[in-house]
């Protein structure tokens, strides 16, 4: 079944700086999900990612998706404080047309003045 | 719209003692889930349905058992509470087999003593 690995799992970084988060999967997916969470608070969908090679963009957030090497990617450009969340990716196990979803452990993300 | 909603937001449970908790939605979605998270762990799915009357296991069913007896809700019961699911537990819909999001309530935090 699907395993899905998220790294790094803490990050913590500078306004104004750059970082990637990298979400690898075990088997073949044809969809990635980005979500993300703040402190005490529910998941909220971020980016839905359809296909090999899908880019979307949200403010200072860019996710991107290569279903060949089974990774998604989630920039993050000029970090800002508001930015400090959890951020999860998921994907469907597969078979069946249930929407199932099977998540990453999370990458904690803290943006530091 | 309200959404997803969950009742109750917390609760505190001696070993034992059974509970149910409630996940309601009002938009006229066909799948539900049930996830626990715990830290360091993400989410992990409890059981989910896709459609009234239904119900399927997921990765953690043990010690959980749910009903979906009308469309909008999904309800989760523990029949004897052991501290291991001490945890927060979200409910999540969608409403299509196709590539939707799913949408999270507020959760749940339960602790068993």
């Known amino acids: 079944e699907l395993k899905v690995e998220q790294n790094p799992l803490f990050l913590s970084m500078q306004e104004g700086k750059n970082y990637t988060i990298y979400c690898n999967y075990s088997?073949?997916?044809?969809?990635l999900y980005w979500y993300r969470q703040d402190p005490g608070k529910s998941l909220e969908s971020l980016f839905v990612?359809?296909?090999?090679?899908a880019v979307k963009q949200e403010g200072r957030l860019m996710a991107s998706l290569d279903t060949k090497a089974r990774l998604s990617t989630l920039h993050i450009t000029a970090a800002v404080h508001d930015l400090s969340a959890t951020y999860f990716c998921?994907?469907?196990?597969?078979?069946?047309?249930?929407?199932?979803?099977?998540f990453g452990t999370g990458t904690l993300l803290a943006v530091q003045p | 719209n309200a959404g997803v909603t969950q009742t109750p937001k917390f609760r505190v449970l001696k070993t034992g003692q059974s509970m149910t908790l409630l996940c309601a939605q009002d938009?006229?979605?066909?799948?539900m889930y049930w996830y626990r998270q715990d830290p360091g762990m993400g989410l992990r799915l409890i059981h989910y349905?896709?459609?009234?009357?239904?119900?399927a296991k997921g990765e953690v069913p043990d010690g959980y058992n749910v009903s979906r007896l009308k469309k909008q809700n999904f309800l989760l019961g523990l029949e004897s509470a052991a501290p291991s699911q001490t945890s927060v537990y979200f409910c999540?819909?969608?409403?299509?087999?196709?590539?939707?999001?799913?949408?999270f309530g507020p959760g749940t935090r339960l602790t068993v003593l």
């Open positions: 999540a819909s969608t409403h299509t087999a196709g590539y939707n999001e799913q949408f």
């Open positions: 990612l359809l296909s090999n090679g």
């Open positions: 349905s896709v459609g009234e009357g239904t119900t």
């Open positions: 998921a994907g469907p196990p597969g078979g069946g047309a249930t929407n199932k979803l099977i």
């Open positions: 088997t073949t997916s044809d969809r």
């Open positions: 938009m006229n979605h066909e799948y």
